[in-house]
């Protein structure tokens, strides 16, 4: 009866200083949030009034945007990368869904010290395959099969005012691209890496993902609707153009502390 | 310290065995409600390639026999709470299922597929069809003014459009309280409602939810196009040259608004104004829920499925013929302020089709045609009514 009652004191004794060593070293985990927001060179976007002119010239507004973000990852101040997972890593966002503007993913991310955060733009070849979305809205975002399949990367339709200050729609969409034939197709979407620096914590976990719309139209290519047109879906030399110029798109901010 | 006596522990096991037949016994008698309400979940079969979520209200659950009341109620002309033959009025009246559930535009009564209700005053818009609606997740009508975000609560789902219809001027002008009446005073419907809601009380509510349960059964998914996509049937080759131009941004690009392999629903429930006109003073439009106004002139994309049935078109009935709506699209379409930024051809006036074109696309549409749905006998008149009367259509 004596060594039992030793056993069991000896083992409480060790599960406590167990329980106890854990506690010390472990990290927390915390609900990170994603906030996605959308401006012309800084202001706030303002939907369906011709308010901004491109570095072409053109006068152009924007009336509908709706795209995917997919693969975020986080990077940690000592290189350990982690990636949401949720929702098979992918996001949809549309202006017209309040609720899409803002991600608060299944995952927890451990609190600490963060680097850098990456992202795809668009769905990546491996996932974006047609059936993935059967219920709306990302449904609605499906590409044709005979075109390659899957889904768009990115809706954006507004109008432009063409020469002769005649308005023309614009639909700017990347998907799937393919040659003249038909016979090769070329995925369009890219990777986002940019900076963060911050600390995250139980209470700053909110990352705010900003697109510049003017960008999609700025560098490296100059976007001239009166010479490329409205319509680019079918031109996969367009889609290229459109998606170099997106990888310059993004910002990241946070609100919160930064690295210690 | 007290000592439980053994024998106790001796009857210990019997104790147990009875506790658990008595635990059993009540567990039993609470699994069956005493009124003998017990209804069977109707369950609704996805089929390939369409949506997983459902729009089934939560408050109205589809059940076997609630939807069997509700296809009763929606051929009965008495709903209209009346029993003289010039005076009643039933669901079937306009909602033909040879039409795709819209009355068609050689329906005798309803010339040009105009309809009206008893006292002759025509509806506000022209027809929409019954079709897949439980996938319907915008809204109802052209404006999808009836939607969950309605400040209304007596205007945001089907249930609340049965209502609306047995009072509406241009429908049964009538009175609920009349109609549900007159339907509690036909035999056998007291039995139906008891067994659908567990209550032989008619009430409108339960009248409402039983044809809504109908209404979210009436699923098209067996079109010739539906056959090709799981593989069972080819297209003909002009079906495929106008599905190619369907398809296409540089074609007719129909899909971005109707659907097409990835949106087998061939809508996107979605509203917008596709240039019909430069002036806009319909007190039913889009913009008269949103207020936005970009919405004017818009309306809510019609599926295609059984679209050769379902003419004229248009929230105005403007067009009579698939070929006229191609002809607007290909040259016919008006530049406004409002036009949305999809219809990229407008300042060309359309998407400028060939001939040729316009036949292959027609042939393609046509093959949105689902016979299986328009002769489906779950969804057509039964022989008589609970009471032995005949259905009104």
């Known amino acids: 009866m004596k060594k039992l009652l030793f056993l069991l004191g000896s083992s409480l004794i060790g599960m406590m200083l167990i329980i106890g060593s854990c506690r010390k070293d472990e990290v927390k985990s915390v609900s990170p949030q994603f906030v996605f927001k959308h401006n012309v060179d800084g202001v706030a976007l303002q939907r369906a009034v011709m308010n901004y002119t491109n570095l072409a010239g053109n006068q152009y507004q924007v009336d509908e945007l709706q795209y995917f973000i997919s693969e975020i990852t986080l990077q940690k101040a000592d290189g350990q990368l982690i990636r949401i997972t949720s929702d098979s890593s992918i996001h949809y966002i549309d202006l017209d869904v309040q609720a899409s503007l803002a991600w608060n993913p299944k995952d927890l991310v451990p609190a600490g010290d963060y680097t850098g955060i990456s992202f795809v733009f668009g769905i990546n070849e491996a996932k974006n395959k047609s059936g993935l979305f059967v219920n709306p809205p990302e449904r609605d975002m499906f590409w044709p099969e005979m075109m390659g399949g899957g889904f768009h990367c990115m809706k954006m339709n507004g109008k432009w005012k063409a020469m002769g200050e005649l308005i023309q729609p614009f639909n700017f969409h990347i998907g799937i691209g393919m040659n003249m034939a038909g016979t090769e197709f070329y995925q369009n979407f890219f990777t986002v890496t940019l900076p963060l620096n911050m600390q995250i914590n139980d209470t700053h976990s909110k990352i705010d993902i900003t697109m510049n719309i003017e960008k999609w139209f700025a560098a490296p290519n100059l976007w001239d609707w009166d010479v490329i047109g409205g319509q680019i879906m079918m031109n996969q030399m367009a889609m290229r153009k459109a998606a170099e110029n997106g990888a310059n798109a993004f910002q990241v901010s946070f609100e919160g502390n930064n690295p210690k | ?393």
């Open chain 2, 1 to 393: 310290m007290k000592f439980v006596p053994v024998s106790f522990f001796k009857f210990l096991p019997k104790v147990l065995i009875v506790s658990m037949v008595i635990i059993a016994l009540f567990q039993f008698s609470c699994n069956h409600d005493d009124t003998g309400y017990n209804p069977t979940p109707y369950q609704v079969t996805v089929p390939k390639f369409f949506p997983t979520r459902m729009n089934i209200p939560a408050g109205n659950p589809m059940t076997v026999e609630g939807v069997e009341l509700g296809r009763y109620l929606f051929y009965d002309g008495r709903m209209s709470g009346n029993t003289e033959p010039d005076k009643m009025m039933s669901c079937g009246t306009c909602h033909l299922q040879s039409s795709s559930f819209e009355c068609g535009i050689d329906h005798p009564k309803f010339t040009g597929g105009r309809p009206f209700g008893i006292t002759g005053i025509v509806t506000p818009h022209y027809m929409l069809p019954m079709i897949n609606l439980v996938w319907n997740e915008t809204g109802y009508l052209w404006s999808g003014s009836i939607s969950e975000s309605n400040p209304n609560p007596s205007q945001r789902n089907i249930e609340d459009i049965v209502g609306m219809a047995v009072t509406a001027p241009h429908e049964f002008a009538g009175d609920s309280n009349k109609t549900k009446t007159l339907i509690q005073s036909i035999p056998g419907y007291p039995e139906l409602f008891e067994k659908a809601f567990g209550s032989r009380t008619v009430t409108m509510l339960n009248i409402s939810k039983a044809i809504a349960q109908f209404v979210r059964t009436l699923i098209s998914s067996d079109s010739k196009f539906d056959k090709y996509m799981r593989g069972e049937q080819q297209l003909r080759t002009q079906e495929l040259n106008g599905y190619v131009l369907f398809m296409t941004e540089d074609g007719a690009d129909c899909f971005h608004c109707h659907g097409g392999s990835g949106n087998p629903l061939f809508t996107t429930n979605l509203f917008y104004n596709n240039g019909k006109d430069s002036e806009f003073n319909d007190p039913r439009d889009r913009f008269s829920v949103t207020g936005d106004p970009s919405d004017h002139g818009a309306y809510k994309v019609t599926t295609l499925r059984n679209i050769e049935l379902t003419g004229p078109y248009m929230h105005d009935g403007r067009f009579k013929t698939l070929a006229e709506v191609i002809d607007f699209y290909s040259q016919g379409i008006i530049w406004s302020p409002y036009i949305h930024p999809l219809m990229h051809h407008a300042n060309d006036g359309g998407i400028q089709l060939t001939p040729g074109e316009k036949t292959d696309l027609v042939a393609f549409i046509k093959t949105l045609r689902d016979d299986t749905f328009l002769t489906n006998p779950a969804y057509s008149a039964p022989d008589k009514l609970p009471d032995g009367a005949k259905p009104v259509e």
